[in-house]
C-alpha cells in the first residue's frame, strides 16, 4: 500500500486546485457585428463566478493593443469602434479567458480564441439613408435629395459620414415604380441630388434608395434599403386619400352636425310659436 505523507500531499492538492483555476473555458463564436463602423466583437458563452474576458486587437502585422473597457471584463461584447481608427487596414482579435478583476495568478498565457479576418471598409454593413422628394412644377420629374448615413468614426473632432470615407467609390441606387405598380425599374447615381426624369406627369410614384459601393464584393455592395417614400398623386379619389373609416367618421360627423341644427330649429321655431299663441290669450285680457 502506497502511503503519501501529510505534506506531499498537501502540495498534490495545491497543484491540482491551482490547475484547475488555470484552465478557464475557452470564448466561443467570436464574430464581429458591425453597421456604418460602430463595430461590436460577441462571443459566447457568459462566464462564470470565476473568470472573465480580455480583449486584445491589432492590425495586421501590428503589436496587439487592449480597450480599457474589455480588460477581465464579465460582458460577451467589446465595442471597439473608437479603437479601429484606420476603417483601410484589416484587423484580428483574441478573447482571453482570464482571471477576475482583482485576482492574483501566477499564469502568463490563458484560453484564447482568435476572430476572424475583419477589414471595416469592406465589411461593415452600411445602414439606410434618409432622403427627401421635390416634384418639379411641370409633374414630369421628381429629385430625391439624399443625406449620408452618419458613422461612428470621428477625425479632428468631425463625425464621418460614409461619403467622408468612401468618397468617390459612394453611389446611390434608386429603385422606383408607379403607384400601385409592381413594375418597377433603377438608377445610379454618384450625387446626393438625384433627378428622376420622364415620369407621367400627375402620378404617384414610390421610391427607395440603398447606399452602393461597386469596389465591394458583390454580396456586400449594398447597403439597407431606405424606407418607401411616394410623391403625390393629383388624380386621386377621395377613398385613395383617406381610408374608409376616416370617411365613415366624417359622414357621421357631418350628419350629427345637420341633426343638430335641424333639431335647434325645431326648438326656436315650437318656442316662437308658443310665445305668438301666449301673446293671442293675453290680448283679450288686457282690454277688460
Known amino acids: ?20 483555476s488555470g484552465s478557464y473555458p475557452r470564448a466561443q463564436n467570436v464574430t464581429w457585428r458591425s453597421t456604418n463602423f460602430k463595430t461590436i466583437l460577441t462571443w459566447e458563452p457568459k462566464p462564470s463566478a470565476d473568470y472573465s474576458y480580455t480583449v486584445e486587437f491589432s492590425a495586421i502585422g501590428r503589436d496587439k493593443q487592449r480597450n480599457p473597457h474589455c480588460i477581465r471584463s464579465t460582458a460577451t461584447v467589446c465595442d471597439l469602434s473608437a479603437s479601429l481608427t484606420d476603417p483601410n487596414v484589416c ?11 482583482g485576482e492574483l495568478t501566477e499564469l502568463t498565457e490563458f484560453p484564447n480564441t482568435a ?3 475583419f477589414c471595416p471598409s469592406k465589411d461593415t454593413e452600411i445602414g439606410r ?6 416634384v418639379s412644377e411641370d409633374k414630369k420629374k421628381t429629385t430625391l435629395y439624399v443625406s449620408d448615413p452618419i458613422t461612428a468614426l470621428f477625425k479632428d473632432g468631425h463625425q464621418q459620414t460614409i461619403r467622408d470615407i468612401f468618397s468617390d467609390q459612394l453611389q446611390y441606387k434608386v429603385t422606383y415604380r408607379r403607384n400601385k405598380s ?3 425599374k433603377v438608377l445610379y447615381s454618384k450625387s446626393n441630388e438625384i433627378e428622376v426624369k420622364d415620369l407621367d406627369r400627375g ?3 414610390c421610391f427607395n434608395v440603398q447606399a452602393y459601393i461597386p469596389s465591394r464584393d458583390t454580396d456586400k455592395q449594398l447597403g439597407e434599403m431606405s424606407q418607401t417614400q411616394c410623391s403625390e398623386d393629383d388624380n386621386q379619389s377621395i377613398f385613395e386619400v383617406y381610408s374608409i373609416g376616416v370617411i ?3 359622414i357621421f360627423l357631418i350628419l350629427l352636425l345637420i341633426g343638430l341644427i335641424i333639431a335647434i330649429t325645431v326648438v326656436c321655431i315650437k318656442r316662437r310659436k308658443n310665445a305668438l299663441q301666449k301673446e293671442k290669450e293675453e290680448v283679450p285680457l288686457n282690454r277688460v
Open 248 to 250: 365613415a367618421a366624417a
Open 115 to 117: 476572430s476572424p479576418r
Open 129 to 134: 439613408p434618409d432622403f427627401k422628394l421635390k
Open 91 to 101: 484587423y484580428t482579435a483574441d478573447v482571453l479567458s482570464t482571471p477576475l478583476l
Open 203 to 205: 402620378e404617384s410614384y
Open 182 to 184: 409592381t413594375g418597377k
Open 1 to 20: 500500500m502506497v502511503t503519501i505523507r501529510l505534506p506531499a500531499a498537501l502540495f498534490v492538492i495545491f497543484l491540482l486546485t491551482h490547475s484547475a
